[in-house]
């Protein structure tokens, strides 16, 4: 199987509340003092692992925003709480390897912003409007290098919605994703 892909061969994109695109994260020294303590990584998966079921539900509802609700909010909760158990079981740490490799002490080390400009594809950009990990301005300034460098590129914001766009508003986000690539399929 081939890992790589032709570029040419793609006719148009979705980009689902992407990562990447900020210079850093919200309280950002904190993080980082935070990754850099001992035993500190490991706190989470110990404190959530006893939680039960219900209890993780609620915790994950806390998340939701403006009402809304994943199509299937036990279903999520179980494959949060087998992710919880296997960092658990293995000794990981909460946070993935890729994530705790970007976090500097004072910005990100790792962004996508300097290759927006190589997309050559029309372009659907989703974000829900009350995310808090994705914030609008840098959604916008995202969107701004993709059109700066002539390519199309669209935004749409999803009301009542968060970061997990596709499981809070899934027929609001196939409803886009699908006019958009009616618009854009040659």
């Excluded at 970007?102 to 009350?130: E, N, Q, V, Y």
């Excluded at 749409?156 to 399929?185: C, M, W, Y």
Aim: hydrophobic share 35%; with cysteine; aromatic share 6%.
């Amino acid at each position: 199987m081939n890992d790589t892909i032709d570029a040419k061969k793609i006719s148009n994109g979705v980009e689902n509340v992407p990562s990447g695109l900020s210079e850093t994260v919200d309280s950002q020294f904190i993080v980082w003092l935070y990754i850099k303590i001992p035993g500190m990584l490991r706190m989470l998966n110990r404190k959530y692992i006893k939680k039960d079921h219900a209890a993780m539900r609620k915790l994950l509802e806390s998340i939701y925003v403006g009402g809304s609700k994943p199509t299937d909010p036990d279903r999520l909760t179980s494959i949060l709480e087998d992710e919880i158990k296997g960092k658990y079981h293995y000794g990981e740490n909460d946070m993935d390897d890729w994530q705790l490799s970007c976090i500097g002490p004072f910005r990100l080390k790792w962004t996508l912003l300097d290759r927006l400009p190589l997309i050559k594809c029309p372009t659907l950009w989703l974000r829900g409007a009350d995310s808090v990990l994705v914030k609008q301005f840098e959604i916008d300034k995202a969107v701004k290098r993709v059109t700066d460098s002539g390519t199309k590129a669209e935004l749409e914001v999803i009301p009542n919605a968060g970061h997990i766009l596709p499981l809070e508003r899934p027929e609001q986000v196939n409803s886009a994703v699908k006019a958009f690539l009616d618009k854009t399929h040659q």
